[in-house]
């Protein structure tokens, strides 16, 4: 037995998501149907971690173990062929046998993006949230440095079915900047780990400040420990991408 590691890229406007869920069409699910196909046998993917419905990838992180002895290259080629176009697998390599694209991961970058002109070209729809109307980007960007550093983050999570295990929701964010490149705002946040909708979480904070309905005073109190404050809102699904996953 082997394991391969590959990156995946996907434009997830007409999947349920990374993780298989019975008769919804997932990135997992769909994964693990052509690469069975080639083992000849059920195979398992497990992923650096699950993105939302909707949600995109530059480079989602992945591994499989094999007995089959194709070569990596090989497998990427075999592997779309059988994918459809929106989803393509690249940059495969043998790893350790106790290589996991999850718990070995230590840092994640996501970039959500906002198109601010009035009309948005169909063929970016897919991958921006249009907001044509008008927000406070300067205020917004000032915003999004606050949550640089180790913060509680439980403000920013949605429920979540580990929240009976009682884990920590405290993440380190190495990286918050808002930034306007031309006709689009782009938020880029590189973190620990991120919580079930956090990105989207921070993401529709940092909208209603720039619609002056919150503060920078507001955004500071949900990062205290211990915050009662809800999460939300969230922005849409998207305009959200995973960009990469970093290892040691």
């Keep these: 037995m082997r394991k391969l590691r590959f990156e995946v890229a996907y434009d997830g406007t007409e999947f349920n998501g990374w993780q298989v ?20 046998k059920t195979v398992t993917v497990i992923g650096s971690g699950r993105t939302d419905a ?17 070569p990596a290259d090989n497998f ?8 459809p176009y929106t989803i393509r697998v690249s940059h495969v390599s043998e790893a350790r046998a106790d290589f996991h694209p999850r718990f070995d991961a230590r840092r994640k970058t996501y970039e959500y993006r906002i198109f601010r002109e009035e009309i948005c070209p169909p063929f970016e ?33 949605a429920a979540d079915e ?33 919580l079930k909708h956090m990105v ?17 005073r507001d955004v500071l109190a949900r990062l205290e420990r211990g915050s009662a404050i809800k999460a939300g809102p969230t922005a849409p699904a998207n305009g959200l991408f995973l960009v990469s996953v970093d290892y040691d």
């Design 125 to 157: 729809r897919r991958f921006v949230y249009h907001h044509p109307y008008p927000l406070n980007e300067a205020a917004m960007t000032a915003a999004a440095t606050l949550l640089e550093g180790e913060h509680d983050f439980t403000a920013f999570a």
């Design 162 to 194: 580990k929240d009976a295990l009682e884990a920590s929701k405290v993440r380190t964010m190495f990286r918050s900047v808002l930034e306007r490149k031309e006709r689009t705002l782009i938020y880029s946040v590189t973190g620990s780990g991120f």
């Design 76 to 83: 990427r080629r075999a592997v779309n062929r059988l994918l």
């Design 200 to 216: 989207r979480n921070i993401m529709g904070v940092l909208l209603e400040v720039g619609k002056c309905n919150l503060s920078e």
């Design 21 to 40: 869920q019975p008769g919804l069409p997932t990135i997992q699910g769909v994964l693990e149907e052509a690469i069975g196909r080639i083992e000849g």
């Design 54 to 70: 909707g949600v995109h990838a530059f480079a989602q992180v992945a591994a499989v173990a094999l007995e089959n002895p194709i």
